[in-house]
């Protein structure tokens, strides 16, 4: 059972940055998949950014050029780092975990980002 606990989650005002973290309790993180997903009110769950275990990238088309997953295996923590941010990038994220060999997922708990004056 693989354990991802988020942080830096908040309130910040549009235009502004948030940097969030996914620390995973798994000692083969490298076999990781990492992706965050986010989901607002009343709305499916979106994948927001993915990074695979050799460190593509990949991003839905609302966050391009504002935000930025990336990893440190060494940390075992992936991390999404979202700039210029807009009202409607409001909603809880969650980081996602998907076992490269078995695609075993796991979820963490989600922290909520709020874009707000």
């Known amino acids: 059972q693989v354990q991802l606990v988020e942080s830096g989650g908040g309130l910040v005002q549009p235009g502004g940055s948030l940097r969030l973290s996914c620390a995973a309790s798994?000692?083969?993180?490298?076999?990781?998949?990492m992706a965050w997903y986010r989901q607002a009110p009343g709305k499916e769950r979106e994948l927001v950014a993915t990074i695979t275990n050799m460190g593509r990238t990949d991003y839905t088309d609302s966050v391009k050029g504002r935000f930025t997953i990336s990893r440190d295996n060494a940390k075992k923590t992936a991390y999404l780092q979202m700039n210029s941010l807009k009202a409607e990038d409001t909603a809880v994220y969650y980081c996602?975990?998907?076992?490269?060999?078995?695609?075993?997922?796991?979820w963490g708990q989600g922290t909520q980002v709020t874009v707000s004056s």
């Open positions: 996602n975990a998907k076992n490269s060999v078995t695609l075993i997922r796991y």
């Open positions: 798994e000692s083969i993180f490298s076999r990781y998949i």
